[in-house]
């Protein structure tokens, strides 16, 4: 293989869409590689894929023969290969960078895996969980989450036009493909109106755009 970068992806995928969007913000080109995570059981379940990925999840992106899994991991390692290109993904600060850090990873951490697909399909395919009561866990955990990110924004001097400053950068990665999730439960991102302004001001963008779901060659047409 080359060493141009692919990117095993999922167009629904949230983490997937983080690092599409950090890719697009550096301006790094990329090929994708579509991994359906529905099809055939679920093609990150493939033995060519698990060998890649042991994890059986996405996005992986692979830089020639290098292989960097976990999108936080991912966003970080394109930020420190070319942190001349594009637009930076962190602060100059070790301070500011800590702010940035904590809130990409309250998406990452603790509201994510909280409603990722393998916990859903474990709830109903090992407990029998109803769809409604495994669509009302994911809600809560949502709702809880983005309530505690809406209260560290609104009202710190930090945040600006994005989560930080009037650049989009790793939190924003973070929290506009989080809020596509809220929607798809049939959550109000308007009850966050700090979150619900700072999207906004990602969807502007055509970095935010190129890498949203509707857009990504898997998508359903």
């Known amino acids: 293989m080359d060493e141009g970068l692919h990117l095993y992806s999922y167009w629904r995928s949230s983490a997937a869409y983080r690092v599409r969007i950090a890719l697009a913000l550096k301006g790094l080109a990329y090929e994708t ?3 359906h995570l529905l099809k055939d059981g679920g093609r990150q379940h493939a033995a060519d894929y698990i060998a ?3 994890q059986q999840l996405v996005p992986l992106l692979l830089h020639g023969r290098r292989a960097v899994r976990q999108s936080l991991a991912i966003m970080e390692y394109l ?5 001349e290109a594009g637009t930076p993904l962190l602060p100059d600060t070790a301070r ?5 850090r904590s809130l990409a990873l309250l998406v990452a951490c603790d509201i994510h895996p909280l409603n990722n697909l ?5 709830f ?12 009302e866990w994911v809600r809560h955990w ?10 560290l ?5 930090a945040t600006g036009t994005f989560c930080h400053g009037n650049v989009p950068g790793l939190a924003d990665c973070c929290l506009v493909p989080q809020l596509f999730n809220a929607r798809r439960f049939g959550l109000d991102v308007a009850q966050w109106p700090t979150l619900a302004r700072i999207e906004q001001a990602c969807l502007a963008l055509p970095a935010f755009r190129i890498a949203a779901p509707e857009a990504q060659p898997d998508a359903p047409r």
């Open 118 to 122: 393998r916990v859903l399909q474990f």
């Open 33 to 35: 590689v579509p991994v």
């Open 142 to 151: 949502i709702v809880d989450g983005l309530a505690a990110f809406e209260a």
């Open 52 to 54: 890649l990925n042991p």
């Open 79 to 83: 930020e420190e290969v070319w942190p």
């Open 124 to 135: 109903e395919g090992q407990w029998n969980v109803p769809q409604a009561e495994r669509d």
């Open 96 to 100: 500011e960078r800590g702010r940035v």
């Open 153 to 157: 924004v609104a009202e710190d001097p």
